[in-house]
């Protein structure tokens, strides 16, 4: 079965720079999640999409912004690259009101 | 606002051991509660869930009991096994306001043969 795919998978930034991530959630799923894992850390929400409007919105730094496009994939574009950015990159997709979100395998994101 | 709190990691088993990681949460109304395991270098996965109170969700020799009357969600398993060892995520997804999941830091678990 078709999952939840993110590139790329790894990524390595100098500070000040930018970078775009990229989630194509599972076909048919309409609501999009974002989220940031630092090293040791939780998950943190940062944004979430459905229907190509923004949902929710979490711990998302006004660096970072995000969209969905008319085919459902979503990117998560980073500015002004800090060493803190530096963490996995999750995005999950769902079907609106559904229970269970399913994850990609991250982006890990380096910033040097 | 809604929390999870799991027992610090790692958790260090030898195999055939049980296994037992604390979770606990507030939230407001009845929230879904889910538990998650990211193996190395892979996103999370959903190991099972319960949506209300005494459900029992069981997925792979693990269990974990809903208990709404001390807000715990543990997970559970007989008999770990080496590729059981991975970061458990315990997760609540709000019944009231915002739908968007909590997760509490994660639990390192290790197994030894």
């Known amino acids: 079965a078709a999952g939840v795919i993110q590139s790329p998978r790894h990524l390595i930034k100098e500070k000040r720079e930018t970078a775009t991530l990229k989630c194509y959630p599972i076909?048919?799923?309409?609501?999009v999640y974002w989220y940031q894992q630092g090293p040791g850390q939780d998950p943190q929400f940062l944004i979430s999409?459905?229907?190509?409007?923004?949902?929710d919105k979490g711990s998302i730094p006004d660096r970072f912004s995000a969209q969905q496009f008319s085919d459902y994939h979503s990117e998560l574009n980073m500015s002004s690259l800090e060493l803190g950015d530096s963490a996995l990159y999750f995005c999950?997709?769902?079907?609106?009101?559904?229970?269970?979100?399913?994850f990609g395998a991250g982006s890990r994101l380096t910033v040097l | 606002g809604d929390s999870v709190t799991q027992m610090e990691g790692p958790v260090t088993l030898s195999e055939e051991a049980f296994l037992t990681i604390n979770c606990t949460y507030t939230?407001?109304?009845?929230?879904?509660l889910f538990w998650y395991v990211q193996y190395p270098g892979e996103g999370l996965q959903l190991l099972l869930k319960?949506?209300?109170?005494?459900d029992k969700g069981s997925n792979k020799g693990f269990e974990a009991t809903y208990r709404k009357e001390t807000t715990s969600f543990h997970l559970e398993k007989g008999s770990v096994q080496v590729s059981d060892s991975a970061v458990y995520f315990c997760?609540?997804?709000?019944?009231?306001?915002?739908?968007?999941?909590?997760f509490g830091r994660g639990t390192s678990l290790i197994v030894h043969p």
């Open positions: 999409f459905y229907e190509k409007m923004q949902s």
């Open positions: 319960a949506t209300k109170a005494d």
């Open positions: 939230a407001t109304g009845y929230p879904s």
């Open positions: 076909p048919r799923h309409d609501t």
């Open positions: 997760a609540l997804r709000g019944s009231g306001g915002s739908y968007i999941p909590t």
């Open positions: 999950a997709s769902s079907l609106a009101g559904a229970n269970v979100l399913t």
